[in-house]
Nanobody, 120 residues
Framework: QVQLVESGGGLVQAGGSLRLSCVASSETFNFLVAGWYRQTSGDQRELVATISTTRATNYADSAKGRFTISRDKAKNAAYLQMNSLKPDDTAVYYC??????????????WGQGTQVTVSS
């Protein structure tokens, strides 16, 4: 079992920046694909970015050019640097970690979420 704890959310003005952190309870995290998802009230949870165990990254179109995902294996952690924030980025952001085997997620872990609010 891997527990994920997010931090770094808050209130920021449009155009500002935030850095989200996700710290895992176990170094098993370093063998998982890490990702950030977000969810607004009434909507489905959507992918923001993922980073593989080899640090290959993938971004949603809405995040490209503004957000950067990274990970630190020594700290069992992943981060999401968010720049040029827009009011549309307002959501609860969730850290996720998946064990991928044969192209299928056989383990799926979620944090409790951190609120990001961007004012106009």
């Amino acid at each position: 079992q891997v527990q994920l704890v997010e931090s770094g959310g808050g209130l920021v003005q449009a155009g500002g920046s935030l850095r989200l952190s996700c710290v895992a309870s176990s170094e098993t995290f370093n063998f998982l694909v890490a990702g950030w998802y977000r969810q607004t009230s009434g909507d489905q949870r959507e992918l923001v970015a993922t980073i593989s165990t080899t640090r290959a990254t993938n971004y949603a179109d809405s995040a490209k050019g503004r957000f950067t995902i990274s990970r630190d294996k020594a700290k069992n952690a992943a981060y999401l640097q968010m720049n040029s924030l827009k009011p549309d980025d307002t959501a609860v952001y969730y850290c996720n970690a998946k064990l991928i085997s044969g192209g299928v997620a056989t383990r799926d872990y979620w944090g409790q979420g951190t609120q990001v609010t961007v004012s106009s």
